[in-house]
């Protein structure tokens, strides 16, 4: 059985969301602007920030290779879905759960930026800044959190805890590291 312990709660994710979606707002004033989410982890995030933004904006996503059932990164980023529009000349805020290592973000805005956005900005709800591996940032971060694996808002373990409301630790269960 795992154990789940509350980080962050559903009321402080709201008003944290809320804030982002005024700047980008604010920033991105008389502009478009596409959402690029990185499935499945961004979904919930890209659904409700999207909503505090008052702005032309259409959405768009993205997949790439994951933990699949384990806790660890293999360090390899494959690409498994493509954007559907095109990027060039647009104004892009990707839309990521969590920045960690810093791996797949490097990789996704690097192949983003090769197709001349306008602008190209990252969004991630939370930021692991003790494990980052690249030198990256996130332009717009909601929580940086310790070096402990968490569940919920979008984020899985094995697939599971996605719908959790809460950002949660998972604490016990089929650890791998
Ligand atoms: P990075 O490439 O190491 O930055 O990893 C980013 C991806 O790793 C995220 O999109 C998540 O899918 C996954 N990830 C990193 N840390 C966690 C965590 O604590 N819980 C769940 N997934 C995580
Ligand atoms: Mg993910």
Same mark, same amino acid.
Request: charged share 30%.
């Given at each position: 059985m795992d154990k789940l312990r509350v980080l962050i709660t559903r009321a402080q994710i709201a008003e944290k969301v809320a804030q982002i979606g005024e700047r980008i707002t604010a920033d991105f004033a008389g502009e478009s602007l596409v959402l690029i989410g =990185? *499935? /499945?982890?961004?979904t919930i995030s890209l659904a409700d920030l999207a909503r505090q933004i008052k702005l032309d904006v259409t959405f768009d996503f993205i997949a790439v290779s994951s933990y699949g059932d384990a806790k660890?990164?293999?360090g390899e980023v494959k690409l498994m879905k493509d954007v559907d529009q095109s990027v060039e000349g647009r104004n892009i805020i990707l839309v990521e759960d969590i920045l960690d290592t810093g791996l797949t973000l490097t990789y996704l805005k690097s192949m983003l930026q090769a197709h001349q956005p306008k602008a190209l900005k990252i969004a991630a *709800? *939370?930021? /692991? =800044?003790?494990?980052?591996?690249?030198?990256i940032h996130g332009d717009y971060v909601g929580f940086e959190i310790p070096d402990e694996f968490v569940v919920g808002y979008g984020l899985d373990f094995a697939e599971r805890?996605?719908? *959790?409301p809460d950002i949660c630790v998972l604490e016990s269960g089929s650890e791998t590291r």
């Open positions: =990185v *499935l /499945k982890g961004a660890q990164q293999s *709800l *939370l930021d /692991k =800044v003790s494990r980052r591996t690249e030198p805890y996605r719908n *959790l």
